[in-house]
C-alpha cells in the first residue's frame, strides 16, 4: 500500500494524530499537507505523551521520516519550539524531519492581523485559533508569502519583506489603530530562522516522489477535517487550506492515482471548535458528560468542544468529497457509559427530508437532525483490541455506521493510547 491518506471526517480533532502513530510503524515516510501550527495532534505511546502541531505523528518510529510538504504554513517559532521539545524528551530529529523550501512562512504581522482580524468581526467571529495561519494563506495567495527558501537569500528577502510589511502595517495602523510590527525585529528573526532551520530545510517533493516510485509506504497526516474544508466545508466557517484528498495531492506534489488508500478518521459522535453550523449538538446534561468523559477541550487552544451526535448526511458528504477506501472509528469507549445513544439518519428542511448536505451554511442552520435511537450497551470497549471482545450493542452501533456511511470501518480505536485499537482489517 505504497500511499495511505488519514484524514479528519469531521471538523477536526477525530484522533488523527493517535491513528498516525498507530500505522506509521510501518511506514517509511509520514507527511503533513495542510495547515499549520492550528493543528493538535494526541499521541499517548511507550515514549510518553504528546502534542504535535506540525511535525508528523510518525516521528516516534526510528526508522522513518517525516516531512512538512508545501501545502502547510510554518510557524518558524513553533517548529522550533517543537523541535527543542521533542529532542529533550530523546526523540531523534536528525535528518528524519524536512520541511518543504516551498512551505510559506507564518509570519509575526501574521499573528497580529489575525487577532485583530477576529476582534473586529465581533459576532461574526469565526473562532480562530489566532495563529496567524489564515492571514499565512492570504498572502500566499495573494502572493506576497515569505516562504522557508526565503530565508536562504537574506539580502533579497530584506526587499520583499519591507514591501509586504509596509503593506500589512498600513492595515494594522490605518484600519485597526493598532501598534505596526517592527520591519528591523522581523528581519532579525528571519536571520536566526535562517540558522537554525537549515538543517532541517529542503526539497520534500523528492523524498515523497522517491518513496512512492520505489513502492515505499508513504502515510498522509491530515490537519483539521473535511468540513472545516475552504471549499467543501461550511463556509466561512471553515480553516484556510484544503484538509480534503485534494490537498493532499497538492499540499505535497502527489498525483491523483497515487492514493491506494484514503481513510476517514470519525469518533462515535461529533465535535466542533468555533463558530458555524453544527446540526446534531447537544446543549444539555447528555453533552456535558461526554465533553468531561472526554475531555473535549482543545489541544492547541484550551477551548472547551462544542459536542453532539453522529452526522451520516455529513458522514456520507466527507466520505464523497475524499473518496474513503475505508473509515476508522475513534473514541467508541467515550459512549460507554451512555443509556442512550443518538444517530442523526438525515435532515429535515421546511418538512423535506434531506439526504444531502446542504452547500450554504444559513440552509444548514435552517435543517433539523432526524435521529435514530440507540441504546447503550452493557460492558466496556474500553481498551479492546479484538472485535469480538466489544459488546453486541457497540458491534450494532458500528454496523450502523458503516450502513449509513456506505464504507466499512477496518480500525477502530477503543482509547487515546497506542495500543487501545481493534484493526478489523489491514490497512497499511
Ligand atoms: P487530532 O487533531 O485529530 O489528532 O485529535 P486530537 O489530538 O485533537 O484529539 C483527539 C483526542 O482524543 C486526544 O486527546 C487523543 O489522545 C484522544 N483519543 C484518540 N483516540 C481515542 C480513543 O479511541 N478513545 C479515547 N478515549 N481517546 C482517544
Not at 497515487?258 to 447528555?286: H, M, N, Q, W
Amino acid at each position: 500500500m505504497p500511499v495511505c491518506a488519514v484524514l479528519g471526517g469531521q471538523w477536526g480533532d477525530e484522533g488523527k494524530g493517535k491513528i498516525v502513530d498507530v500505522l506509521a510503524e510501518k511506514a517509511h515516510v509520514t507527511a503533513r499537507f495542510s495547515g499549520g501550527n492550528n493543528a493538535g495532534h494526541t499521541v499517548m505511546n511507550p515514549e510518553g505523551d504528546f502534542k504535535l502541531h506540525l511535525v508528523p505523528s510518525g516521528i516516534f518510529w526510528p526508522e522513518g521520516m517525516a516531512v512538512i510538504g508545501n501545502g502547510v504554513v510554518v510557524d518558524p517559532d513553533a517548529l522550533l519550539e517543537e523541535i527543542g521539545g521533542l529532542r529533550g524528551r530523546g526523540v531523534d530529529l536528525d535528518g528524519r524531519l524536512l520541511v518543504s523550501d516551498r512551505c510559506h512562512l507564518v509570519m509575526p504581522y501574521h499573528v497580529v492581523l489575525d487577532e485583530l482580524g477576529e476582534a473586529a468581526r465581533g459576532d461574526q467571529a469565526i473562532g480562530t485559533t489566532g495563529k496567524g495561519i489564515g492571514p499565512a494563506y492570504t498572502d500566499k495567495a495573494a502572493r506576497i508569502g515569505i516562504r522557508a527558501a526565503d530565508l536562504f537569500d537574506l539580502e533579497a528577502l530584506y526587499p520583499r519583506l519591507e514591501r509586504v510589511m509596509g503593506h500589512h502595517n498600513a492595515i494594522i495602523e490605518k484600519v485597526y489603530d493598532a501598534a505596526p510590527v517592527s520591519l528591523a525585529e522581523t528581519f532579525d528573526r528571519c536571520k536566526g530562522w535562517a540558522s537554525a532551520l537549515r538543517p532541517f530545510v529542503g526539497a520534500v517533493e523528492h523524498v515523497v516522489y522517491n518513496a512512492v516510485g520505489a513502492g515505499k509506504t508513504v502515510l498522509l497526516e491530515g490537519a483539521q477535517g473535511a468540513m472545516l474544508d475552504l471549499d467543501h466545508g461550511t463556509y466561512p466557517y471553515v480553516t484556510s487550506s484544503h484538509p480534503t484528498i485534494g490537498g493532499a495531492s497538492t499540499g505535497l506534489g502527489l498525483l491523483p492515482r497515487d492514493f491506494d488508500s484514503i481513510l476517514g478518521v470519525f469518533k462515535a459522535y461529533s465535535t466542533r471548535v468555533g463558530s458555524g453550523p453544527f446540526l446534531t449538538e447537544l446543549f444539555d446534561e447528555t453533552g456535558d458528560l461526554i465533553r468531561e468523559l472526554a475531555q473535549e477541550f482543545g489541544t492547541t487552544t484550551g477551548r472547551p468542544r462544542r459536542v453532539g451526535w453522529f452526522d451520516s448526511v455529513a458522514a456520507r458528504y466527507s466520505a464523497r468529497v475524499n473518496g474513503y477506501t475505508s473509515l476508522v472509528l475513534t473514541r467508541l469507549d467515550v459512549l460507554d457509559s451512555l443509556d442512550n445513544i443518538k444517530l442523526c439518519v438525515a435532515y429535515e428542511l421546511e418538512g423535506k427530508r434531506v439526504e444531502d448536505f446542504p452547500g450554504s451554511a444559513a440552509v444548514l442552520e435552517r435543517c433539523k437532525p432526524i435521529y435514530e435511537d440507540f441504546p447503550g450497551w452493557d460492558g466496556a470497549t474500553a481498551g479492546v483490541t479484538n472485535i469480538e471482545d466489544l459488546p453486541e450493542g457497540a458491534l450494532r452501533y458500528v454496523r450502523r455506521l458503516e450502513e449509513l456511511s456506505g464504507l466499512p470501518i477496518d480500525v477502530i480505536s477503543t482509547g487515546p493510547y497506542r495500543h487501545e485499537v481493534v484493526t478489523v482489517r489491514q490497512v497499511v
